[in-house]
């Protein structure tokens, strides 16, 4: 039996988006939000195929939601697909992990400088509450690292949505939406969980 269907997004989240809520999952979004468990969890192993036949079977159903779903899941970095042979777990390393976080700094950077040129006095206000937030859990002993993770996001959200660039908030959106960090903020909570951490990146 497959676990319960991973949310990619949290309903207290603020996309970078300006839809007003998530779409309901398609079932090849459900299965690939299954299968990204399955694989950052170390269920799958990087280099194993993910056989069509051999899903279809496990979700039954057929293999066209499969398909849909290792594409999924490609877009994410979590499977390479070769012409002839299928698909494959794609290998994840720190190497990849910090690459991800490294181009999203630069982004985020960016939104900062154009929001510092464009940005209204309420614009202004709502970035420095954000970060107001981030700083006062980061001081938290007990902080709880998920909600330290979606305050970091909201702040990151804001910045995308005041910058005044449409390129540059889309861009946000599309580093955020077609990678696995926030997969792995929602499994692990990772990097948050000691103070010292967290008031590095409320800095």
Request: overall charge negative; proline content about 5%.
């Amino acid at each position: 039996m497959p676990n319960a269907p991973l949310r990619l997004l949290d309903d207290k989240f603020e996309g970078f988006d300006e839809t007003p809520s998530p779409r309901p999952r398609t079932l090849p979004q459900q299965i690939a939000d299954d299968l990204a468990r399955d694989i950052l969890q170390g269920r799958v192993q990087s280099g194993q195929r993910v056989g069509e036949a051999e899903m279809a079977n496990r979700y039954g159903t057929s293999r066209g939601p499969i398909r849909d779903a290792i594409r999924e899941l490609e877009k994410l970095g979590l499977v390479e697909i070769f012409p002839r042979r299928g698909a494959f777990v794609a290998k994840i390393d720190n190497n990849a992990i910090c690459d991800m976080f490294n181009v999203m700094a630069h982004l985020m950077g960016l939104a900062a400088r154009y929001c510092a040129l464009v940005a209204s006095a309420e614009g202004l206000a709502e970035i420095d509450q954000r970060i107001s937030a981030i700083e006062s859990l980061s001081d938290e002993p007990d902080c709880d690292p998920i909600s330290f993770a979606l305050a970091s996001g909201r702040a990151g959200a804001a910045l995308g949505r005041i910058c005044g660039s449409v390129v540059l908030r889309r861009s946000l959106a599309d580093a955020m939406n077609q990678t696995f960090w926030y997969l792995i903020f929602r499994e692990h909570a990772l990097d948050y969980l000691s103070t010292e951490r967290r008031q590095a990146v409320a800095k």
